[in-house]
């Protein structure tokens, strides 16, 4: 097997194992009201795709594991171009924008685990590090997507029944602009924060195997 038929074939299954890992998260984690969900370390395998192959192919398969969760997120995708869904009429521009950093951006840069694979010595921190920083782009990807788009819901989010004191303070005294911000960092850290974490543990225990982190030849 030539190294780039061997490369094709690694990344190949590791980007079903992350489908799997989606899938099996779909069926025993609660999925967020308004879209994200907290994973099985569905997002590892790409990550380590960059590891070991580098991060320009890394961002290529990270691509097309982008267009595999928007396969995915088919339903929520076709809702977006439906009329009400981010209010009276059909916005086909917010849909767009939705496509672009919830599944286009927000996959695509977890290519970059691999950026501290020849920056950092111990493998597991290098390993860890990228999987931290890929994570945390996809966590920008979806911060801007939910101030662009449904910065609107930031007070009723924050004054709900039962949400702590707090965010009866924020509303009281951010403006409109910032209360959406910290709205979208508050609303997808609440299963990116976790999952970035979580990632992060496993890929420094991951990193114990050998054959893991030694880079393809």
């Not at 439906?82 to 009429?89: A, H, L, M, N, T």
């Not at 609303?187 to 974490?197: A, D, F, L, Q």
Request: contains cysteine; aromatic residues 12%; charged residues 10%.
């Amino acid at each position: 097997m030539t190294s780039k038929t061997r490369r094709l074939t690694e990344s190949a299954m590791l980007l079903a194992l992350a489908i799997v890992l989606e899938l099996l998260s779909k069926m025993f984690i609660p999925e967020m009201p308004f879209g994200g969900q907290i994973t099985l370390v569905s997002m590892l395998p790409v990550v380590l795709i960059s590891y070991r192959h580098g991060v320009k192919w890394g961002l290529v398969s990270a691509f097309a594991y982008a267009l595999l969760e928007m396969a995915i997120g088919t339903k929520t995708v076709m809702a977006a171009f439906q009329p009400g869904y981010f209010g009276d009429g059909v916005l086909i521009a917010n849909a767009l924008i939705m496509c672009l950093l919830d599944y286009v951006v927000a996959f695509t840069v977890l290519g970059l685990g691999g950026l501290f694979r020849n920056k950092i010595q111990n493998s597991g921190v290098a390993l860890m590090t990228g999987s931290l920083v890929a994570l945390g782009a996809r966590y920008v990807a979806h911060i801007a997507s939910g101030y662009i788009l449904f910065a609107g819901y930031a007070e009723w989010f924050f004054t709900q029944e039962g949400f702590p004191a707090w965010g009866t303070s924020l509303v009281e005294s951010l403006s409109p602009e910032l209360l959406g911000f910290v709205y979208s960092v508050v609303y997808n850290g609440m299963y990116m924060i976790p999952e970035m974490i979580i990632t992060a543990v496993v890929a420094l225990l991951l990193a114990r195997v050998p054959k893991i982190v030694t880079k393809a030849s």
